[in-house]
């Protein structure tokens, strides 16, 4: 459910959803964490509040299977794109898994070994 500015907004192309996720309470499903920049043209008679929680419109069965799929361990459910539909904006979702704390190390490793890698081309190339 979104209001007239933030429509605006995704319009112009001005949403962030890197820390956006999906909240599950009492039957319903919101977008949170999701940041709508306020166009300065469409909001200067409104107060705008670019990280509010918004209400998403799902279907009782798509609600059931998110409500299943978040009761498992570990899994949390986020947005990955917002587009439009015709005239409806529609948002992405999908269910993601947290990393272990040993997946957290093996990947800072890789990150470490590209690192060194990157400086050692660049010495012998010298």
Known sequence: MLLGWE?????????QLAEGYINL????????????TPLLSAST???AEPQRVRKLLLH????????VANQQKGYTIVPLA??????????????G???????KRATMK????????QRLFKTSAH
């Open 82 to 95: 917002m587009y439009w539909k015709g005239n409806k904006v529609k948002v992405e979702i999908a269910l």
């Open 7 to 15: 429509v605006k907004s995704i319009r112009d192309g001005k949403v």
């Open 25 to 36: 309470h009492q039957g319903e499903a919101y977008l949170a964490g999701c940041n709508i």
């Open 97 to 103: 898994k947290g990393k272990k704390q040993h997946d």
């Open 110 to 117: 890789e990150g470490d070994w590209q690192r060194d890698k």
């Open 45 to 47: 008679h409104v107060i």
């Open 60 to 67: 009782a069965k798509e609600l059931a299977q998110l409500f």
